[in-house]
Nanobody, 125 residues
């Protein structure tokens, strides 16, 4: 089992930056690829960004390219989501997730075995 706890969400204005953290406990954090997903009200959960177990590879959709970045500190069992130039459409609950597919930064929800409870990010215009 891997337990994940997100933090760092809040209310910001459009154009602001925000960094989310996800602290892991349980099994060896360095053995998992990590991803961030988000879910806006009335919408399906969607992929935001992911990173492999070593941090060597990342993946992300065009919608966040140049604005969002993911990093991890395996010594601290923590993954980070750095968000810049936030837009109102980025408003959502943000979830971190872990997959044992250690060498592939998957964008597929179904491939993630463990999920956090989420943290709310609200971007006002």
């Amino acid at each position: 089992q891997v337990q994940l706890v997100e933090s760092g969400g809040g209310l910001v204005q459009a154009g602001d930056s925000l960094r989310l953290s996800c602290a892991a406990s349980g099994r060896t954090f360095s053995g998992y690829s990590m991803g961030w997903f988000r879910q806006a009200p009335g919408k399906a959960r969607e992929f935001v960004i992911a990173i492999t177990s070593s941090g060597a590879r990342t993946s992300y959709p065009e919608s966040v390219k140049g604005r969002f970045a993911i990093s991890r500190d395996n010594a601290k069992d923590t993954v980070y989501l750095q968000m810049a130039n936030l837009k109102p459409e980025d408003t959502a609950v943000y979830y971190c997730a872990a997959t044992s597919r250690a060498y592939y930064p998957s964008s597929r929800l179904s491939e993630y075995e463990y999920w956090g409870q989420g943290t709310q990010v609200t971007v006002s215009s």
